[in-house]
């Protein structure tokens, strides 16, 4: 504390500022290890009607295989960088289905990710989620 009698109280201030501001971001950085997810077996709950419905996932380097109750769908799976990627049908029913999805992976922790989702296009309409990998 000598040396901070010594400095001008402006430079006192940013130091502390700057002490300050490299201790929050450290113990608030999100882990990112989006590699670890471009392959695999999948689960994603989520709440329809007040029910938790379940669809289940594949996922190679370019195609996701994607089961949920009886309806089995397939996309391309395009990655951009390793957090982010598009989905495109491969045989869209409807318009609706032809517009492709951006997801982006906003968080990782163990065998699960946070992620959000939209139309390409569309990005005033994101959806957040969360996947688990189960293989």
Not at 97 to 126: A, M
Request: net charge positive; with cysteine; proline share 2%.
């Amino acid at each position: 504390m000598e040396v901070l009698k010594d400095l001008h109280p402006v430079n006192n201030f940013l130091l502390l500022v700057c002490f300050g501001s490299l201790l929050f971001y450290s113990c608030y950085s999100v882990n990112r290890d989006c590699e670890n997810f471009h392959t695999g077996s999948f689960e994603f709950r989520t709440l329809i009607k007040g029910e938790i419905k379940t669809s289940y996932f594949s996922r190679t380097e370019n195609l996701e295989i994607e089961t949920y109750g009886e309806k089995v769908d397939s996309a391309h799976i395009r990655w951009i960088n390793d957090c982010e990627c598009i989905l495109t049908k491969i045989n869209p029913k409807s318009n609706q289905e032809k517009r492709p999805v951006q997801i982006k992976i906003l968080s990782t922790k163990g065998n699960s990710y946070t992620f959000e989702y939209s139309l390409v296009g569309k990005s005033e309409n994101k959806q957040r989620g969360t996947i688990k990998k189960i293989k």
